[in-house]
């Protein structure tokens, strides 16, 4: 995802997270209902509990790196405009290009013929430039693009120092706590308080807890194994909790609750399962020699998640034949090892297909554009 950076200076075991996170979103765009003929399958339910950590992986990534340049209140103002630049030529040029592809891709692939190029959906070009409202998996964009506006205020609080680290965990604490009421109040089918957005969006909440994670893992430098079994316990503590939570909504309340909000990242559990993921894969990746073959394979693909990210719907609607046919030979998963048969390689597939269209986007579009902005402008002189 965004906040690419040169493969010199890569972080192998984040660029594995993201590969991760790339695969999940996959799925979770090609998932399946949970419900089959009104009964709930459990094993759908649990790929489904994992496929909610996808998007959130990306907001604890974009927080690990998002700060790194800020070491005191003065360097705020300087390293923002770096960041908007950075924004600009990486992500929201690159995307402004997807969209145009996509409107052509859409205006040809359309089931009714139109008389005119002129009459194909423009209007999501103007959604997302002008109203931020793109009504698809491109919201992660205009996000990050809140996160720049607000990142002299972020940063304020995202600084290693004794009074920064009390001062930020206070508001953190604080915004999670209402996370919990809010759950708290949704799981009792209570309107009282809408804690929803209270003090900061659940993005946002996620994002501070990225850099949060950068700080931890560094106490953990020489102690892997100790480091990713932390992971698997806070993973399983938050996945078992998520279950639960679902499973009981539904056999409480009926079929109206299949589609809860313990499913999707709008809920508390959801910080302890992706934060749980994050230190386990992280983890996992140290166990890789930094500049080995396995290491240069990770960091260039994940320099190419990003479009990944981009074109990855476009694939999904092009193989749905491969889709159908992969769900019907794994007994249309209807138990959780038919689920995984499902899932992991139809995602393997739509994530292969799209690499290819990820590479040729990275070489024609992303880096003329990051090439472009690179490039100083001439100093004028004097006569």
Partial sequence: MPEIKSTTCKNH?????RIVACLLVIMAHSQISILNNNELISGRLAISTILADDVPLFLLVTGFFFFGRIKSDADIIPTFPHRAKSFFSRVYIPTIVY?????IYRYYNSPTPLNSILNADWDYLGRFIFRLLPGDHL??????MSFIFFFPMLAFVCQDSPQKNKLRQTLLGTAIGAAVIGDVQYFFKLSMIDFEKFLWGY???FLILGYELSLFICKFENKRSKLFAIGIVIYLLGFFIKFGLQYYMFTEYGENY???RFRWLQCSP???TTVGMFIAVYALGTLIKAKGIVARIINYVGSCTFAIYLFHFMVILETGNLR???FWKTGAAMTFFNAIAYYIPYALA????TLVVAIVFKYVVEKPVERLFKKEMPVQRRA
């Fill in 13 to 17: 075991s984040i660029e594995l997270i």
């Fill in 99 to 103: 969209i145009l592809i996509n409107i």
């Fill in 139 to 144: 919201w992660y964009i205009c996000t990050y």
């Fill in 203 to 205: 993005c946002t909440i």
């Fill in 258 to 260: 299949a589609n809860n």
């Fill in 270 to 272: 959801c910080f302890i």
């Fill in 324 to 326: 159908s046919t992969i």
């Fill in 350 to 353: 739509v994530f292969g297909l």
